[in-house]
């Protein structure tokens, strides 16, 4: 995997991202009688790729433009600048036949499962809805029995007894695993997870995770994790990507990351999970403030108004994100080469 900006394209790539950009134009009184345009830079020059089978975490601050990157990847939002391609395919710039297959291949697991199941449709409907559209059943029959592998594959059994059940009167996990069952059905090889367990209750946390893993392992998947905590993502993930107003200032393999952080804002963000710090080797660093505008972007590193270790060059130059040994990379004026 790599993350730097000059990626060179290999064949077994699933996943490219090449220097991602997602501006948001501001609208309102300012930007009118503003000399020039402003923009939200959600996503602001993120690049990588990703190997099938392989697990990205994308852990970052809200506001740090992780949402915005899933939802670019699968197609919601057209990119700025840059672009995404899967298995060799720019998702953005391709014809209405490939498009469809793509949003088969490339599905997303919201947050709220809740507010992302149709509170009007049954189980049964909602799963069959997918299947209908990408029309991978011939009979009735057929359909009912793609539903119920789906449902038992999340663990919903006897499946029958879920057909008629509406997303209100299931609790928070079986909802989750409805809406990953709708998913599983229609055979994808990459899944954007955004937050899966934030909303579930904490004591079924785990199981869904476990979930998720087995059905990597049982379907060949790859996921793209897009988290707050690093603790979670040290448990599921390959590689680790750490985001901060719209730009990756670290990333590597997992076990790099979380033993040898080099960013003081990575270093933070396992100052604050107690159970890390101690792998770290590192001390408590707490951050002060918060995040910046994405609209008004501080000058220089945009760490530097928060970094306890900053110094004037911070605030003039902004660091660009360099490989420091195989695999390991910073955005960060401590480790950039001296000109």
């Given at each position: 995997?790599?993350?730097?900006?000059?990626?060179?394209?290999?064949?077994?790539?699933?996943?490219?991202?090449?220097?991602?950009?997602?501006?948001?134009?501001?609208?309102?009184?300012?930007?009118?009688?503003?000399?020039?345009?402003?923009?939200?830079?959600?996503?602001?020059?993120?690049?990588?790729?990703?190997?099938?089978?392989?697990?990205?975490?994308?852990?970052?601050?809200?506001?740090?433009?992780?949402?915005?990157?899933?939802?670019?990847?699968?197609?919601?939002?057209?990119?700025?600048?840059?672009?995404?391609?899967?298995?060799?395919?720019?998702?953005?710039?391709?014809?209405?036949?490939?498009?469809?297959?793509?949003?088969?291949?490339?599905?997303?697991?919201?947050?709220?499962?809740?507010?992302?199941?149709?509170?009007?449709?049954?189980?049964?409907?909602?799963?069959?809805?997918?299947?209908?559209?990408?029309k991978l059943a011939d009979s009735?029959?057929?359909?009912?029995?793609?539903?119920?592998?789906?449902?038992?594959?999340?663990?919903?059994?006897?499946?029958?007894?879920?057909?008629?059940?509406?997303?209100?009167?299931?609790?928070?996990?079986?909802?989750?695993?409805?809406?990953?069952?709708?998913?599983?059905?229609?055979?994808?090889?990459?899944?954007?997870?955004?937050?899966?367990?934030?909303?579930?209750?904490?004591?079924?946390?785990?199981?869904?995770?476990?979930?998720?893993?087995?059905?990597?392992?049982?379907?060949?998947?790859?996921?793209?994790?897009?988290?707050?905590?690093?603790?979670?993502?040290?448990?599921?993930?390959?590689?680790?990507?750490?985001?901060?107003?719209?730009?990756?200032?670290?990333?590597?393999?997992?076990?790099?990351?979380?033993?040898?952080?080099?960013?003081?804002?990575?270093?933070?963000?396992?100052?604050?999970?107690?159970?890390?710090?101690?792998?770290?080797r590192r001390e408590k660093i707490?951050?002060?403030?918060?995040?910046?505008?994405?609209?008004?972007?501080?000058?220089?590193?945009?760490?530097?108004?928060?970094?306890?270790?900053?110094?004037?060059?911070?605030?003039?130059?902004?660091?660009?994100?360099?490989?420091?040994?195989?695999?390991?990379?910073?955005?960060?004026?401590?480790?950039?080469?001296?000109?």
């Amino acid at each position: 995997m790599s993350f730097t900006e000059g990626i060179k394209r290999e064949r077994d790539f699933i996943l490219e991202v090449r220097n991602l950009k997602v501006w948001f134009p501001v609208r309102g009184l300012t930007s009118i009688f503003a000399r020039s345009k402003k923009y939200l830079r959600a996503v602001d020059g993120v690049s990588f790729n990703l190997h099938k089978g392989e697990v990205l975490s994308v852990v970052g601050e809200s506001g740090a433009g992780k949402t915005t990157l899933g939802l670019t990847i699968v197609g919601v939002y057209k990119p700025t600048e840059g672009e995404v391609f899967f298995k060799g395919i720019n998702i953005h710039n391709t014809d209405k036949k490939t498009s469809l297959l793509l949003k088969r291949k490339i599905q997303m697991i919201f947050q709220d499962p809740f507010e992302s199941l149709p509170p009007h449709m049954t189980v049964f409907d909602i799963i069959k809805e997918g299947i209908d559209v990408h029309k991978l059943a011939d009979s009735t029959s057929e359909k009912i029995k793609l539903i119920s592998t789906a449902l038992e594959n999340v663990g919903l059994t006897p499946p029958e007894d879920f057909f008629k059940k509406y997303p209100h009167q299931l609790s928070g996990g079986q909802r989750q695993r409805v809406s990953i069952a709708s998913i599983l059905a229609l055979k994808p090889e990459l899944i954007i997870a955004d937050e899966p367990i934030s909303m579930i209750d904490a004591s079924l946390r785990g199981s869904i995770l476990s979930l998720m893993m087995k059905l990597k392992r049982d379907f060949d998947l790859t996921y793209v994790f897009i988290l707050h905590d690093l603790a979670i993502a040290r448990c599921i993930s390959t590689h680790i990507a750490v985001m901060y107003l719209g730009q990756v200032v670290e990333a590597g393999k997992t076990n790099e990351i979380i033993k040898e952080p080099l960013h003081p804002y990575t270093k933070a963000l396992l100052s604050a999970a107690p159970s890390l710090r101690k792998i770290s080797r590192r001390e408590k660093i707490s951050l002060k403030g918060e995040i910046p505008s994405p609209i008004d972007l501080p000058s220089g590193c945009r760490f530097s108004t928060r970094c306890p270790f900053a110094f004037n060059n911070c605030r003039k130059n902004e660091p660009v994100l360099i490989e420091t040994k195989q695999e390991h990379y910073v955005r960060c004026l401590m480790y950039q080469p001296m000109v």
